[in-house]
């Protein structure tokens, strides 16, 4: 019924336009969807038609497409649309439950993704990319932290109060800046975003303006801080640094007077005026919040959290204005660039800048040949970063020798594993230095085509990277002729559409080419038949924003830090039960513990630490007995895991490791293209056998056909998505057995998988009946004064029981089948 | 020119061939679903997957190009184990009956569907011919057989069972009339085969043995053949249609010995001195071993034909010297028992209705081409030369290994000359690739991804408008009947008759 009512007339007329707009041949058809969508918010059927009629695209293609892609929607739908994070971190911080009291609370019918009064629709996304903030949403383009389930009905009184501002005008304030020495750097990527900066920042900015100050507000790369956000840093002469974490918007303007004071005494009074009103009439409390929110780079926390890391791909981390490109000149950017086309650095396109102009072209045969780069980069040891860590150098060298003058660069910003994000923060926070990558690995290759294909769920790293691109196109460093030196580099950017198997290369170029992003068979490797059949080098963001930093220090100094097999720094994102999440990058060879205990802080919540979970759905869980295993693409794999793109979550004792595995395998089956037998229906099957365990339905047979059944996925699979989805489960029948067979048994050792647990009523039981009254679904027999009794077939688990009754007589937890019947007898 | 090395054999092919060429080249035989010449590899049902040996790796041979010097393994035992599990997942999913589940029910394995269809098309010759063939004695058995066949009709499913056993009957009146090809045998082996009993058993067993071209001799202790169904009542059974029945047994070429009982082991050593193998069909006279079978009679006549026509087959593999072993297990795909939802689901979405004509009265005067118009076709267009049947049936494939959770899919959808059944689909996409290669206007399109992947006809066309030129090649391509013309079975075996086909 809703839906009926939300259908859109189509005016053909507007649909000639997009198509006007992005073209007619069939490597359109994405961005044609994309923007038809975010024009109906829906993919209306007339509208693919007028398209088909329009183009060159078949109505095969556009159907086929329109359907593979999880952005794209055939159903109309309701006005805002809520994105609830299932990636991994969300996951094990209860984004499951989330999605049920969202629902409940928006009373959605079942089997529906829409509200009967067609205002919000709800979907899944398969990771928002603000792992160490869990559990996260979006509402259209909010994003909430922290998102759990008994802040949903504050998160819609949120947003709706939003929408109201937002529809009365926001108020804009407009202040002088000079640039004093004095700054206030605040960071506005994503996560930070997500855990409330804009906030802040609109916050800070009006108590500056109160203050008639004309301090400069910087907004920063990434704090990597992201279990501290929101973060402020005061930087003023003389002073140094404070650190301000966790500040909340009550806190700005008492944090702002305590740095600066007011310009002249009347606006001083009004401030001090204005403070003590809030205060009286506003209900805050007069606690000192500063103190306790204060923390610097001394404090041990931060010091613990920052001293064991290394930054090479997130250099300047915290310090640099991602938005500005001469900012990045100043911090060494483009040094690289400089030493490949000149042969030296003497900080010309710097100098020139300054001047207001280009810096004279470089001399014939001054500069790097490509063999030069290429050596350079081998000698570095670097290995890609996507999670296969293949040599870079050996894949710059196929492309290179690969015949054919039109050759493709590629930049695979398509970062899917539900639990990884640092590609999005690479590219919010360090845009120039990907784009700086992509044009001296261009250079070596001979490539002057590229694309940059990131996700659809980063918006905010999107549109970073396309002003990156134009501030680069007008300093003369991309596009024709870069620096009179005759080499070129054009650079697009293509959205994905939602689909994880697109981060596979051959799936990625067949998106880029407008067909359905499943992935063909290697060899032929992209490196000699990539997009359109030439040869493209496709390359990860993180191993791009590494490149620089090799050029500009010596293959040596990368090559100093690391393993033996495994050189440099790697860039993981830590989250699950750690105390301190976020963004790290470390030297290769680091062991597990010295990440959790050292700069994660160890568990959260006093709890036990029992595993980390490695490379996200295609890697595996390391139990904490194997703590000393360090951080190597070889000696990861062999503990079952994988470096994978970089997802770190942590298991505590309360996490069930099976449903841990049902997770990984329902993600990796819905992402499953659907191409070859084994991935498709294999975890399928996996899947419905994890299913079955965790609710206790499990066969003794299971435990085989699981392993028998992920040897031939794993085996037989035609890409890597199938090829490494068994993983989780071989790792974990290897590991922890013994809770398969527990589950086997009815029992689950965690006490998580909810058909396990059940609810009973002991001795202590006086008939009260307040449990009873308290159940939702009448699942408990009560006569007063008689001892009451659960029904666990109709039980929902919702604890309400356990928490009404004033005698401590109800027990819940997992029991095994005879420890159930001998409670049953007694 | 590369060389490979396939199980230790060596072969030069040209650049550029693929793996699974150069084996077939060798004739070696690699299985495969998703291949069709002409049209770029699939890489969708990974069952020709080879093992490399440089590698260790399964690598799918119809894409994989040889390279010299490559060396690769295509039946070791592990690489047959890892085959024969991806067929257990397409099986997992796969909905459909390989044979009409009234087929499957009849004792005596008459191929039901196949009569209801030439009935409709008015070819009672051919009717004829299937009832005689799968029953003997249709007529006989259109009075006496309790018809269990009628039970798991899926017609039920829309309005009421199919009348299969008048229809047999009403058949059975042409078969009795003079029908040149009925009574056609193959020119004589010069083997001969003695049957002790004439009852329905024996019979049954003499018409196989006759229909394979052996010489038969019908020992019968009473003066005519018949056994019990003799002592029916005239309304159970009028005489005069079991006599008709025997009558043409005897045209076919059988000779009956009237009044000679067989006892002792005199008798018994005279005929298997003077006859190439012996049936016993009837109790006591001896025990089966060497040349010597039995066909064991039943109260149910027409398990007892069966029984018969089994001992038939049983004793010409010994004549042809094939190795008498059991029956090779045929794959079978069975939806089995419905659920009253799942029937209400099948009639809702079953485009195809509308063409069913309902049912009509029982009895003599029952329209017969009517009646069997109502057939649903419940057996499989590609029983015979369906890829998936085949390997399941060559790698042992468990059918219900993995339990599901899925809704299974009854569809059929279209209405015009071409069907589709999603639940018999592989998504395999060789009909969307077809299609494609001839132009197709509108052509077939993959919709969704990963397990609900399906194949359907962009914005809701039909079938028939998708596939203008290509849909010859679709339906011969298509390694199960989930794309077949409604009216063209397709019979070319590209296996050995199954033993429906009898």
Not at chain 1, 260 to 281: C, D, M, Q
Not at chain 1, 322 to 329: I, Q, R
Not at chain 1, 573 to 601: C, D, Q, W, Y
Not at chain 1, 624 to 631: E, K, Y
Request: with cysteine.
């Amino acid at each position: 019924m809703a839906e009926a009512l939300l259908a859109t007339e189509v005016d053909s007329a507007e649909i000639d336009r997009i198509v006007e707009t992005h073209g007619r041949g069939p490597e359109a058809v994405i961005p044609i969807l994309q923007a038809i969508q975010s024009r109906y918010r829906y993919l209306p059927t007339p509208a693919l038609m007028r398209v088909c009629e329009q183009t060159d695209i078949t109505p095969a293609s556009i159907e086929g497409v329109a359907t593979f892609y999880s952005q794209f929607r055939r159903d109309p739908v309701g006005k805002h649309v809520i994105s609830l994070c299932d990636g991994t971190a969300c996951h094990v911080k209860g984004a499951e439950d989330v999605h049920e009291a969202m629902s409940t609370e928006l009373r959605m019918a079942k089997g529906r993704d829409t509200d009967p009064k067609g205002e919000f629709t709800i979907r899944k996304v398969a990771c928002l990319g603000c792992c160490s903030l869990a559990p996260a949403m979006q509402i259209d383009g909010v994003t909430y932290a922290h998102a759990g389930a008994d802040s949903v009905p504050s998160i819609l009184r949120d947003f709706k109060k939003r929408e109201i501002a937002e529809g009365n005008g926001k108020t804009e304030l407009h202040r002088k800046v000079r640039d004093n020495g004095a700054e206030i750097r605040i960071g506005l990527d994503s996560c930070c975003v997500a855990g409330g900066t804009d906030r802040i920042e609109v916050e800070i900015e009006r108590a500056l303006a109160e203050l008639a100050s004309d301090v400069p507000v910087k907004h920063v790369s990434c704090v990597h801080m992201c279990h501290q956000v929101p973060v402020i840093e005061i930087i003023k002469e003389g002073e140094g640094s404070s650190l301000y974490v966790k500040v909340r918007e009550e806190d700005v303007s008492q944090i702002i007077a305590r740095h600066f004071k007011p310009k002249n005494v009347i606006s001083g009074l009004r401030a001090s005026v204005l403070r003590w009103t809030e205060h009286v009439y506003g209900g805050v409390g007069s606690r000192d919040i500063v103190e306790r929110h204060e923390g610097d780079l001394r404090d041990e926390r931060v010091a613990t959290f920052l001293g064991g890391q290394h930054h090479i791909a997130t250099e300047h981390r915290g310090a640099l204005d991602p938005a500005s490109l001469d900012e990045y000149l100043r911090k060494g950017g483009f040094h690289a660039l400089e030493k490949v086309l000149y042969g030296d650095y003497k900080g010309r396109i710097l100098l020139a800048r300054h001047k207001g102009g280009l810096p004279d072209p470089p001399p014939p045969g001054a500069g790097w040949t490509q063999q030069q780069i290429i050596d350079e980069i081998s000698a570095s040891g670097l290995r890609g970063r996507g999670g296969a860590g293949f040599p870079t150098g050996k894949k710059l060298q196929f492309v290179h020798d690969a015949p054919g003058d039109l050759k493709y660069i590629i930049c695979n910003g398509d970062e899917g594993d539900p639990g990884a994000f640092m590609d999005r923060m690479i590219l919010e926070s360090y845009s120039f230095r990907v784009l700086e990558g992509m044009l001296i690995e261009a250079f070596s290759v001979g490539a002057e085509e590229g694309y940059l294909y990131i996700r659809a769920e980063y918006p905010l790293a999107t549109k970073r990277i396309r002003q990156s691109i134009i501030d680069c196109e007008q300093a003369g460093l991309l596009g024709d002729n870069i620096l009179g030196s005759g080499r070129s580099l054009r650079l697009k950017v293509k959205e994905g559409a939602g689909a994880f198997v697109c981060g596979e290369e051959t799936a990625l170029i067949a998106s880029l080419e407008g067909r359905r992003g499943m992935p063909s068979i290697r060899p032929p490797y992209p490196a000699i038949q990539g997009l359109y059949g030439r040869p493209t080098l496709i390359n990860n963001v993180e191993t791009l924003s590494l490149i620089s930093w090799i050029v500009r220090n010596g293959a040596a100094e990368f090559a100093k830090l690391g393993t033996e097999r495994s050189k440099g720094t790697k860039v993981f994102s830590l989250a699950g039960k750690i105390r301190h999440g976020g963004l790290i990058e470390v030297p290769m060879g680091i062991t597990i513990n010295e990440i959790v205990e050292g700069i994660g802080g160890g568990i959260a919540d006093g709890r036990k630490f029992k595993a980390i979970l490695v490379g996200g759905p295609s890697g595996g869980c390391i139990p904490a007995s194997m703590g000393d295993t360090p951080v190597d693409y070889e000696a990861l794999a062999e503990a079952g895991a994988m470096m994978g793109s970089g997802g770190m979550v942590v298991l505590d004792d309360s996490d069930c490791i099976v449903e841990m595995c049902r997770y990984f395998l329902s993600f990796t089956q819905s992402e499953s293209c659907g191409k070859c037998a084994p991935c498709r229906i294999g975890t399928m099957r996996l899947r419905e056998m994890l299913t079955r365990l965790t609710e206790g339905k499990g066969r003794e047979c299971d435990l085989e056909y699981l392993e028998e059944l992920g040897k031939v996925v794993k085996a037989q699979s035609l890409c890597g998505l199938g090829k490494t989805a068994p993983n989780p489960v071989l790792t974990a029948l290897r590991y922890f057995r013994e809770e398969f067979e527990a589950h086997v048994k009815g029992f689950c050792p965690a006490g998580k998988c909810k058909p396990l647990i059940d609810y009973w009523v002991n001795d202590n039981c006086i008939g009260c009946t307040l449990c009873a009254q308290a159940c939702p679904v009448d699942c408990i027999d009560s006569q007063p004064f008689k001892m009451h009794y659960i029904h666990l077939d109709t039980c929902t688990r919702c604890d309400a029981c356990l928490v009404a009754c004033p005698v401590d007589a109800i027990k819940a937890g997992s029991r095994t089948k005879e420890e159930r019947e001998l409670c049953l007898k007694s | 020119m590369p060389k490979i090395v396939i199980n230790n054999h060596e072969i030069e092919v040209a650049p550029g061939t693929s793996v699974l060429h150069a084996a077939r080249q060798l004739e070696i035989e690699v299985p495969t679903l998703c291949y069709w010449e002409g049209v770029r590899p699939m890489n969708s049902c990974m069952l020709c997957v080879v093992r490399d040996l440089r590698t260790g790796q399964l690598v799918p041979s119809c894409s994989t190009i040889v390279q010299d010097g490559m060396r690769v393994e295509t039946d070791a035992g592990d690489v047959c184990a890892s085959r024969k599990e991806v067929l257990e997942l397409i099986i997992s999913e796969h909905i459909g009956d390989c044979e009409a589940p009234c087929t499957h029910t009849c004792p005596a394995s008459m191929n039901i569907p196949v009569m209801m269809r030439q009935i409709y098309e008015g070819d009672l010759d051919g009717a004829a011919y299937t009832v005689t063939n799968g029953l003997v004695f249709p007529g006989t058995l259109g009075h006496v057989c309790p018809a269990p066949c009628e039970n798991p009709c899926r017609r039920k499913a829309y309005d009421e069972t199919m009348k299969i056993r008048t229809l047999h009957r009403n058949v059975s009146e042409r078969a009795r009339k003079e029908n040149p090809e009925l009574l056609e045998c193959p020119p004589d082996t010069g083997r001969r085969i003695a049957i002790i009993g004439g009852g329905c058993t024996g019979m049954a067993a003499a018409w196989v043995l006759r229909k394979k071209g052996h010489g038969v001799v019908i020992f019968e202790k009473e003066e005519k053949a018949g056994g019990k169904l003799r002592k029916l009542k005239d309304e159970e059974l009028p005489k005069h249609v079991l006599d008709a029945e025997i009558e043409s047994v005897t045209r076919l070429g059988v000779d009956f010995r009237y009044k000679s009982e067989i006892n002792g082991n005199g008798d018994l050593d005279a005929i298997l001195q003077e006859f190439d193998a012996v049936i016993v069909a009837c109790n006591g006279v001896a025990k089966p071993g060497g040349k010597i079978f039995e066909a064991k009679e039943h109260k149910l006549t027409v398990k007892a034909v069966g029984n018969g026509k089994t001992a038939g087959v049983w004793a010409d593999k010994y004549l042809s010297s094939i190795t008498v072993t059991k029956e090779p297990e045929f794959f079978e795909s069975k939806i089995g028992k419905m659920q009253r939802a799942e029937m209400e689901n099948m009639r809702e979405h079953n485009e195809n209705k509308e063409s069913l004509p309902v049912s009509t009265i029982d009895g003599p005067l029952l329209d017969s081409r009517v009646e069997a118009g109502r057939c649903l076709h419940c057996d499989c267009r590609k029983r015979v030369s369906c890829g998936l049947r085949k390997w399941a049936t060559d790698y042992g494939a468990e059918k219900k290994k993995y339990l599901t959770t899925e809704e299974r899919d009854f569809r059929i959808i279209g209405r015009g000359n071409i069907l589709f059944e999603p639940g018999k689909c592989i998504r395999c996409g060789l009909c969307v690739a077809i299609a494609e290669k001839h132009g197709e206007d509108i052509g077939l399109a993959m919709i969704g991804r990963g397990f609900d992947l399906e194949i359907r006809v962009p914005f809701d066309h039909s079938f028939d408008d998708a596939l203008v030129k290509s849909a010859a090649e679709c339906v011969a391509a298509c390694p199960t009947a989930a794309i077949a013309f409604r009216n063209k079975e397709d019979l070319e075996a590209c296996h050995t008759t199954t033993w429906i086909e009898l």
